[in-house]
Every structure is written in C-alpha cells, then in structure tokens.
C-alpha cells in the first residue's frame, strides 16, 4: 500500500491550497484518514482526520479553517486549506488506517511521504 499526497506549494497569507492524498495497493478497505503536520524544530501534530462514515475531528487551531473530506471510491483524502498563516507553514503528511488481506486479515496504518506548505509574502 502506498500513499501519494500532492498539492502542496507556496502561498500568501490569505490565500488557500488544497492537498489530495490517493492510496493504492492491495486495499481491501480503510478506516480513518487524516493529515499530520510537521513544522521546523516541532513535533508532528494532527491537523484533521476523518473516518470512512465521515465523521471528521479538527485540531482546535485549525477549526473553521481547514475542511477535511474524502472519496471512498477513489481511496482519497483531501485538506482544503483557507485562509492560510505563517504559522501553518509545515510539511504535511497523510496517513491512513488500511485493511489488508495478506499474510491475513489486519489494519495497518500507512503514512505519506509529505508535501511542502510554505505560507509567506
């Protein structure tokens, strides 16, 4: 199973990005999705998760700000980001809690490899 996020880049403070994260591989199905961030010298924090029936959990900072969702079908989570600070500026990584069949049936949680939010003028 792998994780492939995008979306990150470098915007103003104001502006908005939106992140993706696909999962791919031998999926039989997965449990909750969500978004870690991890700024220079600091620990990796949750940003927002979400379970497969939707119900979505936000770090205090970024309630009202950052809109977490998913596409079942394409095994996908999304982070709409708006209203971007300087303080967000992090690499943001996804990760997911994934069902697998083999050597039998379990859950691993799987991580992304991380995509670059630079929020700065």
């Known amino acids: 199973v792998q994780l492939q996020a995008s979306g990150g880049g470098l915007v103003q403070p104001g502006g908005s990005l939106r992140l993706s994260c696909a999962a791919s591989?031998?999926?039989?199905?997965?449990?909750?999705m969500g978004w870690y961030r991890q700024a220079p010298g600091n620990r990796r924090e949750l940003v927002a998760v979400?379970?497969?029936?939707?119900?979505?959990n936000y770090a205090d900072s970024m309630k009202g700000r950052f809109t977490i969702s998913r596409d079942n079908a394409k095994n996908t989570v999304y982070l709409q980001m708006d209203s971007l600070k300087a303080e967000d500026t992090a690499v943001y990584y996804c990760?997911?809690?994934?069902?697998?069949?083999?050597?039998?049936?379990?859950?691993?949680?799987?991580w992304g490899q991380g995509t670059l939010v630079t929020v700065s003028s």
């Open positions: 979400i379970s497969s029936d939707g119900s979505t």
């Open positions: 591989g031998s999926i039989v199905s997965i449990n909750d």
């Open positions: 990760n997911a809690d994934v069902v697998v069949s083999s050597p039998y049936l379990h859950i691993n949680s799987y």
